[in-house]
């Protein structure tokens, strides 16, 4: 009893190595997917076509900028954006570990997740619902 118990456990093991390799050597889902490359404008058309999905953008440089906070609160908002190569903007989160400032007259292919905010914006007694996709 004991001695088929182990041959079944060593044939299942043995199917299961088999498929593991036949899975990693396949080019079926595990394979690289493609890469969208999108302008600007396509993404703020078709946000929700590609929210969450990692796509590539020609461009120039990223833009920060210092905005003063609501009345009554202390310091300022840091915003960045992300300049195409139509000079087109987005909103951008970009990694500080990276330096993408500024690439003079030469494109660049950048790849970034596009993300959706949904929520309030704006200052105390003046807050709206907005809906925008950023990188």
């Known amino acids: 009893m004991v ?3 182990f041959a079944q456990v060593k044939l299942s093991l043995w199917v299961i190595a088999v498929f593991t390799l036949a899975a990693c050597n396949s080019k079926g889902p595990s394979a690289t997917p493609e890469v969208a490359q999108l302008t600007i404008a396509q993404v703020r058309q078709e946000y929700a076509a590609y929210e969450g999905q990692l796509v590539k953008v020609s461009g120039y ?4 900028a ?6 009554g609160y202390v310091g300022f908002d840091k915003r960045t954006a992300f300049i ?23 494109p660049r292919t950048f790849l970034a997740y596009v993300r959706v905010f949904r ?17």
């Open 84 to 106: 195409d190569a139509g000079e087109d903007s987005i909103e951008a989160r970009i990694d500080p570990s990276v330096e993408v400032l500024d690439t003079g007259d030469t």
């Open 66 to 71: 210092m905005f003063p906070l609501c009345p």
């Open 119 to 135: 929520g309030q914006v704006g200052c105390p007694g003046s807050v709206v619902e907005e809906t925008f996709p950023y990188l």
């Open 3 to 5: 001695r088929i118990l």
């Open 61 to 64: 440089r990223v833009v920060m």
